[in-house]
Protein backbone atom coordinates (compact mmCIF):
# COMPACT_ATOMS: atom_id res chain seq x y z
CA UNK A 1 0.00 0.00 0.00
CA UNK A 2 1.51 3.32 -0.96
CA UNK A 3 1.69 6.15 1.73
CA UNK A 4 2.28 9.62 1.12
CA UNK A 5 3.76 12.18 4.33
CA UNK A 6 4.20 15.60 4.84
CA UNK A 7 5.27 17.72 8.06
CA UNK A 8 5.16 21.55 8.73
CA UNK A 9 6.61 23.48 11.67
CA UNK A 10 4.79 25.99 13.03
CA UNK A 11 5.31 28.64 15.42
CA UNK A 12 2.39 27.52 17.88
CA UNK A 13 2.04 25.53 20.81
CA UNK A 14 1.24 21.66 20.51
CA UNK A 15 -2.40 22.30 22.59
CA UNK A 16 -2.73 25.76 20.34
CA UNK A 17 -2.81 23.03 17.23
CA UNK A 18 -4.64 20.79 19.02
CA UNK A 19 -7.52 22.23 19.89
CA UNK A 20 -8.05 23.76 15.64
CA UNK A 21 -7.30 19.83 15.00
CA UNK A 22 -9.62 18.71 17.47
CA UNK A 23 -12.74 20.73 15.94
CA UNK A 24 -13.25 17.58 13.53
CA UNK A 25 -16.91 19.42 11.68
CA UNK A 26 -14.52 22.33 11.61
CA UNK A 27 -11.82 21.54 9.00
CA UNK A 28 -13.21 23.48 6.80
CA UNK A 29 -11.57 26.68 8.84
CA UNK A 30 -8.16 25.53 7.45
CA UNK A 31 -8.87 23.01 4.74
CA UNK A 32 -8.24 24.86 1.79
CA UNK A 33 -10.52 22.82 -0.79
CA UNK A 34 -13.17 22.12 1.80
CA UNK A 35 -16.25 24.33 1.73
CA UNK A 36 -18.72 22.96 4.56
CA UNK A 37 -18.94 19.64 6.62
CA UNK A 38 -22.09 17.77 7.47
CA UNK A 39 -21.68 16.28 10.69
CA UNK A 40 -22.71 12.30 10.26
CA UNK A 41 -22.65 10.90 13.68
CA UNK A 42 -24.01 12.34 17.15
CA UNK A 43 -20.20 12.94 18.29
CA UNK A 44 -18.22 15.94 16.88
CA UNK A 45 -15.21 14.85 17.88
CA UNK A 46 -13.25 11.55 19.28
CA UNK A 47 -13.67 8.13 18.23
CA UNK A 48 -16.33 7.40 16.08
CA UNK A 49 -17.09 10.80 15.11
CA UNK A 50 -18.25 11.16 11.33
CA UNK A 51 -18.12 13.67 9.03
CA UNK A 52 -18.58 14.72 4.84
CA UNK A 53 -16.45 17.11 3.48
CA UNK A 54 -17.90 18.80 0.87
CA UNK A 55 -15.22 20.60 -1.35
CA UNK A 56 -15.48 23.56 -3.69
CA UNK A 57 -15.42 21.24 -6.94
CA UNK A 58 -18.86 19.99 -5.84
CA UNK A 59 -17.42 16.57 -5.20
CA UNK A 60 -17.22 14.99 -1.42
CA UNK A 61 -15.65 12.82 0.78
CA UNK A 62 -16.92 11.04 4.59
CA UNK A 63 -14.58 10.34 6.86
CA UNK A 64 -14.69 8.49 10.48
CA UNK A 65 -12.44 8.38 13.14
CA UNK A 66 -10.93 5.22 13.81
CA UNK A 67 -8.27 6.14 16.59
CA UNK A 68 -8.01 8.77 18.56
CA UNK A 69 -5.15 9.77 20.74
CA UNK A 70 -6.24 13.11 22.86
CA UNK A 71 -3.54 15.78 22.33
CA UNK A 72 -1.40 14.51 19.57
CA UNK A 73 -3.60 12.42 16.62
CA UNK A 74 -6.48 11.37 14.70
CA UNK A 75 -6.78 8.32 12.29
CA UNK A 76 -9.56 8.51 9.68
CA UNK A 77 -10.75 6.12 7.60
CA UNK A 78 -12.08 7.37 3.87
CA UNK A 79 -14.64 6.36 2.03
CA UNK A 80 -16.71 8.17 -0.39
CA UNK A 81 -13.76 9.70 -1.61
CA UNK A 82 -13.51 11.71 -5.09
CA UNK A 83 -9.83 9.79 -5.46
CA UNK A 84 -9.27 6.60 -7.48
CA UNK A 85 -7.96 4.60 -4.15
CA UNK A 86 -9.99 2.65 -1.80
CA UNK A 87 -8.84 1.19 1.32
CA UNK A 88 -7.79 4.85 2.36
CA UNK A 89 -6.84 6.07 5.67
CA UNK A 90 -5.36 8.87 7.38
CA UNK A 91 -3.43 10.11 10.22
CA UNK A 92 -3.20 13.93 11.42
CA UNK A 93 -1.58 14.78 14.18
CA UNK A 94 0.69 17.52 16.02
CA UNK A 95 4.02 17.31 17.42
CA UNK A 96 5.83 19.49 20.18
CA UNK A 97 9.06 20.52 19.62
CA UNK A 98 9.05 23.19 22.49
CA UNK A 99 6.62 25.37 24.45
CA UNK A 100 5.86 27.73 21.07
CA UNK A 101 6.40 25.55 18.19
CA UNK A 102 5.40 22.09 16.59
CA UNK A 103 5.52 20.10 14.10
CA UNK A 104 2.06 19.05 12.61
CA UNK A 105 2.06 15.58 10.17
CA UNK A 106 -0.49 14.16 7.98
CA UNK A 107 0.24 10.99 6.27
CA UNK A 108 -2.39 8.74 4.19
CA UNK A 109 -2.17 4.90 3.22
CA UNK A 110 -4.35 3.51 0.12
CA UNK A 111 -5.21 1.08 -2.49
CA UNK A 112 -4.76 2.52 -5.97
CA UNK A 113 -8.02 1.28 -7.73
CA UNK A 114 -7.91 0.11 -11.41
CA UNK A 115 -4.57 -3.14 -10.79
CA UNK A 116 -1.93 -2.58 -12.54
CA UNK A 117 -3.31 1.21 -14.45
CA UNK A 118 -4.09 2.29 -10.95
CA UNK A 119 -0.94 1.68 -9.79
CA UNK A 120 0.98 3.56 -12.87
CA UNK A 121 -1.21 6.38 -12.43
CA UNK A 122 -0.60 6.56 -8.49
CA UNK A 123 3.27 6.73 -9.25
CA UNK A 124 2.71 8.62 -12.45
CA UNK A 125 -0.05 11.06 -11.18
CA UNK A 126 -1.76 10.48 -7.41
CA UNK A 127 1.62 10.76 -5.12
CA UNK A 128 2.24 13.95 -6.84
CA UNK A 129 -1.43 15.30 -6.54
CA UNK A 130 -1.65 14.21 -3.12
CA UNK A 131 1.67 16.09 -1.75
CA UNK A 132 0.74 18.90 -3.22
CA UNK A 133 -2.88 18.69 -1.65
CA UNK A 134 -1.26 18.32 1.77
CA UNK A 135 1.01 20.60 1.15
CA UNK A 136 -1.77 23.26 0.71
CA UNK A 137 -3.81 21.67 3.66
CA UNK A 138 -0.73 21.90 6.16
CA UNK A 139 -0.10 25.64 4.78
CA UNK A 140 -3.88 26.91 5.29
CA UNK A 141 -3.54 24.73 9.04
CA UNK A 142 -0.48 27.41 9.46
CA UNK A 143 -2.18 30.17 8.69
CA UNK A 144 -5.54 29.58 10.25
CA UNK A 145 -3.62 29.08 13.78
CA UNK A 146 -1.54 31.95 13.45
CA UNK A 147 -3.35 34.40 12.25
CA UNK A 148 -7.19 33.50 13.48
CA UNK A 149 -8.23 34.14 9.64
CA UNK A 150 -10.58 31.26 8.05
CA UNK A 151 -9.64 29.66 4.82
CA UNK A 152 -11.84 29.58 1.87
CA UNK A 153 -11.42 28.54 -1.90
CA UNK A 154 -7.78 27.95 -1.43
CA UNK A 155 -7.09 31.45 0.18
CA UNK A 156 -5.12 33.15 1.75
CA UNK A 157 -2.87 30.60 1.62
CA UNK A 158 -0.48 31.81 -0.65
CA UNK A 159 0.69 34.29 2.04
CA UNK A 160 2.10 31.96 4.39
CA UNK A 161 6.20 31.23 3.96
CA UNK A 162 7.11 28.71 2.00
CA UNK A 163 10.36 27.67 3.91
CA UNK A 164 8.46 26.46 6.95
CA UNK A 165 7.34 23.21 4.34
CA UNK A 166 8.89 19.84 5.32
CA UNK A 167 8.07 16.90 2.80
CA UNK A 168 8.80 13.38 4.28
CA UNK A 169 9.60 10.66 1.86
CA UNK A 170 6.84 8.43 0.59
CA UNK A 171 7.02 4.38 0.88
Known amino acids: ?10 NASSSKIWGVLSDYSNIQAFHPRVQTV ?13 RRCNFYDKTSAVEEIIDWNEG ?7 TEAPM ?3 DATAIMGVNKIDDHHSQVFLEMTYTPKWGILGKIIDVVMLRMAMRRIFSQVLKGLQHHVETGELIGNGKPTSSVSE ?7 QG
Not at 1 to 10: E, F, I, Q, Y
Not at 72 to 78: G, L, M, W, Y
Open 72 to 78: QSFTVVI
Open 163 to 169: PKATQLQ
Open 38 to 50: DQLSDSDRGLGAK
Open 84 to 86: PVV
Open 1 to 10: MPTVKAARDM
